[in-house]
């Protein structure tokens, strides 16, 4: 049987990883939600316009939906990739710092 894993909260040393991946994530969400809305926005409308008031309400809501779904794939992306590029940046420096020391 397969063995369940439990979530835990993000430690104090998790904290700052989870913040930089929440806001990367928020800014290229937006970026793609831009490029998506280009490419499919009815009648030319800019992506704005999606989420004012002109707009209507399935859209708004078809164009929030679509924005968050990209902002969860990217954030899950990244929060799995990142802790593992940190543990390779971090063993790199640890190498090219004793690489250099003599005995």
Do not use: Y
Not at 2 to 20: F, G
Not at 36 to 65: C, H, M, N, Y
Not at 74 to 96: E, F, M, N, Q, Y
């Amino acid at each position: 049987m397969a063995e369940k894993t439990i979530s835990t909260p993000p430690t104090s040393q998790n904290r700052p990883i989870h913040l930089a991946t929440a806001l990367i994530s928020g800014v290229l969400a937006g970026q793609v939600f831009e490029q998506l809305w280009k490419q499919t926005a009815p009648r030319g409308r800019d992506e704005t316009e999606a989420f004012s008031r002109g707009g209507g309400f399935k859209e708004i809501v078809i164009g929030a939906a679509v924005q968050g779904a990209m902002f969860a794939v990217i954030k899950t992306v990244l929060d799995r990739t990142a802790p593992a590029a940190l543990r390779g940046l971090d063993r790199s420096a640890a190498r090219g710092l004793t690489a250099g020391t003599t005995r």
